[in-house]
């Protein structure tokens, strides 16, 4: 596929007609919610004008999605530099592909006044509790219930995500996996808080006794220690999907995860096996069977080729080995301040930017120069109406 | 379409096409679920071996699709003298069908172990509280938002419900709609307890200042009062969903007291632009545009040839005319009794089991004598492993 504005990060060999099958089937995208006390962690998330509004976000970036606004925000979740959501672009990507789309909740504080596929029903703690993220089992396990019911339609099926705080808990579960991902995630500010971030997991992990690669074998539990609910929720969606139809997770630093925790359940099998949940048994017979070949990661160049990361280096650690797309977004040339920020490091990807912006690319033959002002008109409907 | 089993219950003229137009698109199947005080009413419903298991009933429904078995009682809902959820053949015409199904929470007691569609999150209270449905506004604004999202398939939507007590209020709706349904409904027993649950009616009308067809103009208000939350939410899917697709109301008197109240909104529809919740106006708007050419009713001819209701007469005071079609299921020669008791009036509809089985038949070219085999295997399945 030769489409100037979409970069190749990462492609295993046997994967290169991965994005060619994917645009023989309509996209349908959902966007999993979630939200964590590690995100409140000062230093963590920049994913609210302030503090106070940073649970607000995931709900405000689906409310923004259906309603045009976020309803209760009023305007829609900005970074306190300014810059606005990354659901800008989702937004007009969305319109331009005409593509369904459904919100995930995996357990999120505020409740936005849009339906939810209800995964969970309660909101992570903080990675430094005993228990991040309760009940991660039933997580996992509503995730391929969705995963089935979505892939009945053949669609390529796009997930993405928001949560805030989300590139923290997705260190810690790659550590805890055996990925060394020190140093190597992306985030929403310039820099991404890399130091801060580390001592977070660094020190979580050594409370709890765990060293890298300690949880390899026993998954779950790296997510119910460290993680966020999201990342149960859509390894199960992801799994059960992939029978049959093509996956784009839709993120950078968040969706590696899951691809580790994916690969990680893939390649010990006895994790789940043993799970003695009620009618859990068929499911996960299901999810053993995810065809990872049918499964990519999708995010902005922001995130690939962001310096202060290295998302080339978590890639070629992952217990399976997935492809990794990028869309060329460019905002340099971007009539608006805000949007030019993006250039500087700010916020960079969520909301399933990249994957969607990627689709709208791949579908529709577009360029960076065709889709910006696209995202210019959906920015300038919020803020200048 | 000349399918032995499928009988023509009610066509106005300019609907002669809708089967034809229906199988050209794959089905897909919603189910909305809600439980209600007037349930608990003594009398009022046989959805559950015993009085306190009706709440469990709506829950155990979708967990038996989902699961094979109803994980929060066990088996599966049963009639009080014993035979089985309708569920049993909404599966096997599922798995005939191989459609997707999702379950939509209009606001149930109970919390099932599946994947929901949040359109609300409150049961509704009695007919005879002050107010029988909270925020029916919200209720009605979800449903189109579903309606839309799942409109972006092309699908035949098939909306089934599980309420028990649901052809009471039902009955109360249609009245207050203006429609005469005083001992015209149908429901799960034989006879259908029409006195009782006629005096019921008629006690909370009268103590609400309501007569026959007070409600007319203001029809949300005849829900809030009267209704269930399923009425409301349902509405919405279909209203805004019949502008793309075709949008079967699966099910018998429940489904008929829907369609009034979609023809009253759009005979009236100042009760909806009069709205002022915030984000409403566009979804509004979208509802107003629904295409009743695409929307029909589908039930069980244990309903529509019920002789001890009259489906026809209430077909016939819609405010705007729709088709309604009955399976010809007929247990009388099945190898288990308690299915031989559907033939007695026991059960006759539920969890969408008359579109759906409609649908095997229509989309498979089945007959009865084909299908009922599938429907005993189910049963099997549950009850004798």
């Given at each position: 596929?030769a ?15 991965f994005?060619e099958r ?6 349908l995208?959902t966007?999993?919610?979630?939200s964590t006390e590690?995100?409140?962690?000062p230093g963590?998330?920049?994913?609210g004008a302030?503090p ?6 995931a709900a ?29 672009i989702?937004?007009?990507a ?11 909740d ?11 596929f ?5 909101p992570g703690l903080s990675?430094?509790?005993?228990e991040a993220v309760?009940?991660?089992?039933e997580?996992?396990?509503?995730g ?10 053949k ?6 995500e928001?949560?805030?705080?989300g ?6 579960v ?9 140093g190597?995630i ?6 991404n808080n890399q130091?801060?971030?580390q ?10 006794n765990?060293?890298?690669g ?9 997510v119910?220690?460290l993680?966020d ?6 390894a ?6 992939s029978?049959?139809?093509?996956v ?10 899951v691809?580790a ?14 799970m003695?949940?009620p ?32 998302l080339?280096?978590?890639m ?14 460019d905002f340099?040339?971007?009539?608006h301040?805000n949007?030019q ?11 399933g930017?990249?994957a ?8 529709h ?21």
């Amino acid at each position: 596929m030769a489409i100037p504005s979409i970069i190749t990060v990462h492609e295993p060999v046997d994967n290169h007609d991965f994005l060619e099958r994917c645009c023989k089937l309509p996209p349908l995208f959902t966007c999993t919610i979630a939200s964590t006390e590690t995100a409140l962690i000062p230093g963590v998330s920049a994913a609210g004008a302030s503090p106070e509004l940073i649970p607000y976000t995931a709900a405000a970036d689906v409310e923004a999605i259906i309603y045009g606004q976020a309803l209760c925000l009023g305007k829609i979740p900005e970074n306190p530099v300014g810059p606005p959501s990354p659901v800008i672009i989702t937004m007009a990507a969305l319109k331009e592909l005409n593509a369904p789309f459904f919100v995930v909740d995996a357990g999120n504080a505020i409740t936005p006044k849009v339906p939810m596929f209800t995964a969970g029903r309660e909101p992570g703690l903080s990675l430094t509790a005993p228990e991040a993220v309760a009940k991660v089992e039933e997580l996992f396990l509503q995730g391929v219930i969705i995963g089935q019911q979505l892939a009945t339609n053949k669609h390529t099926l796009i997930l993405g995500e928001s949560v805030p705080g989300g590139t923290t808990t997705a260190m810690a579960v790659m550590e805890a996996l055996g990925i060394s991902a020190l140093g190597k995630i992306s985030g929403s500010m310039p820099g991404n808080n890399q130091n801060l971030k580390q001592e977070l997991v660094c020190r979580a992990m050594r409370e709890k006794n765990l060293g890298r690669g300690t949880l390899l074998s026993d998954p779950l539990t790296a997510v119910r220690l460290l993680g966020d609910p999201m990342q149960a929720v859509q390894a199960g969606i992801a799994m059960s999907a992939s029978q049959k139809i093509p996956v784009l997770l839709a993120g950078g630093t968040q969706m590696i995860a899951v691809a580790a925790l994916i690969g990680a359940l893939l390649n010990h099998p006895t994790a789940l096996t043993s799970m003695t949940l009620p009618g859990s048994q068929g499911l996960i017979n299901s999810a053993l069977k995810a065809q990872t070949k049918n499964i990519a990661i999708a995010t902005t160049a922001w995130v690939s080729e962001d310096k202060s990361a290295d998302l080339r280096s978590l890639m070629e650690q992952l217990p399976q080995a997935l492809p990794l797309y990028a869309a060329g977004l460019d905002f340099s040339s971007s009539r608006h301040k805000n949007l030019q920020l993006y250039e500087e490091g700010y916020v960079k990807e969520g909301v399933g930017a990249g994957a969607l912006a990627l689709s709208a690319m791949l579908y529709h033959n577009l360029e960076n120069r065709e889709f910006l002002p696209m995202i210019e008109k959906v920015y300038e409907d919020i803020y200048l109406c």
